[in-house]
């Protein structure tokens, strides 16, 4: 496992030992109810890929949950979140009715791109999410240019701009990390470090693999978290809001994480081992950890734990549903919502 993996570390660190990070009661249950429901909802979206219902490109964001649910906790209303194609479980996490991503997988009309989407290809400015890009990297320029916007109307969001480690190699990424700094503008990116960017372990591709390093040469303090630890995900992203919210400038932060399963939908896994991928699931489940935590603390028991997860089963099952029999878009959709007018 590479460096920082072990876990331990993070593990004390979410049990409060340092003092640093803590949850009550509600926001624990709170973070283990919104990592369940992106856990079900993808486990339920790859069912109905194998089902031939959904096309396409499909990425799955199973073992990341506890970075989008550990950034929204500390998200203010307005502050934006962008991210590449692995981006079902941001939408849910932004709070979008998992009924609209689900009827977009599956290209149907009550979806949120009115099935013309997919996938990778969903916006909602009203829960602030502003995609969905399959261009490796380039949604890197647009986070850095809502932040700009976001300066230039002097309203005090910030953007939260997700990548990948492979994306992280791209020179788009560092003509925003300049102009990020340069102009101190407010953006917290946010590295979902997962080890491998398609078939390619981060330690064949890249040269530095400390990837929250990387904007050393450009000014912009960065540092590692372990992402599969809600609570340090959401402590890193608090203090890094806060500086670029304060007018600071960039912050990176460098999410230690993990998916589980393949890249996109047919993945030969050459790249791995089976064994390395059961040892993550096994010790260090981001889900698993939260239910822990809750045990330890006396807030749930085995029986709360269930019935939040058919809590959760139902409303996703109530998604695939929709998604199954919302009709498909008229062909007079075709050249709608292509164009937009300029705001004046
Ligand atoms: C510019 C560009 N180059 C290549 C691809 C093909 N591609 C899609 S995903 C991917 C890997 C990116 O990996 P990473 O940034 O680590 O994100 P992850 O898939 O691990 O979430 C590649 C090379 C692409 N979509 N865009
Ligand atoms: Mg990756």
Not at 59 to 69: D, F, M, R, S
């Amino acid at each position: 496992m590479a460096r920082g993996q072990t876990g331990e570390a993070g593990r004390r660190k979410a049990n409060g030992a340092d003092g640093n990070a803590a949850a009550g009661k509600d926001e624990l249950l709170k973070y283990y109810r919104d990592m369940l429901l992106i856990r079900r909802f993808e486990e339920r979206a790859g069912q109905l890929y194998g089902m031939g219902l959904i096309g396409g490109f499909c990425h799955l964001y199973i073992g990341q949950e506890a970075i989008a649910v550990g950034v929204q906790a500390i998200k203010e209303p307005g502050d934006q979140v962008i991210t590449g194609y692995r981006d079902h479980g941001h939408m849910l996490a932004c709070g979008m009715d998992p009924r609209e991503v689900m009827a977009e997988l599956t290209g149907r009309a009550g979806g949120s791109s009115k099935g013309k989407g997919g996938s990778m290809h969903m916006f909602s400015t009203e829960a602030d999410f502003y995609g969905g890009h399959g261009i490796v990297g380039g949604q890197v320029s647009l986070g850095a240019g809502l932040a700009l916007a976001n300066k230039y109307r002097n309203n005090g969001k910030v953007s939260f701009t997700y990548f990948g480690d492979g994306a992280a190699n791209q020179g788009q990424v560092y003509e925003s990390f300049n102009m990020a700094e340069l102009w101190k503008l407010p953006v917290v990116f946010v590295i979902e470090n997962n080890q491998y960017a398609m078939g390619t372990s981060i330690e064949r591709s890249s040269s530095e693999t400390r990837l929250h390093k990387r904007g050393v040469s450009f000014g912009i303090p960065g540092e590692e978290v372990d992402g599969m630890d809600v609570l340090a995900v959401r402590d890193a992203a608090r203090k890094a809001a806060e500086h670029a919210r304060s007018g600071q400038g960039p912050y990176i932060l460098e999410m230690k994480t993990y998916r589980y399963r393949g890249h996109s939908m047919s993945d030969p896994a050459k790249y791995r081992t089976r064994e390395e991928v059961d040892e993550v699931r096994k010790t260090r489940d981001p889900i698993d950890h939260v239910e822990e935590l809750l045990e330890q603390h006396g807030w749930a028991d085995e029986a709360a734990l269930k019935a939040i997860d058919a809590e959760v089963k139902k409303i996703v099952a109530d998604a695939a549903e929709f998604a199954r029999t919302s009709p498909e878009p008229e062909p007079s959709e075709l050249y709608t919502d292509v164009y937009t007018e300029a705001a004046q």
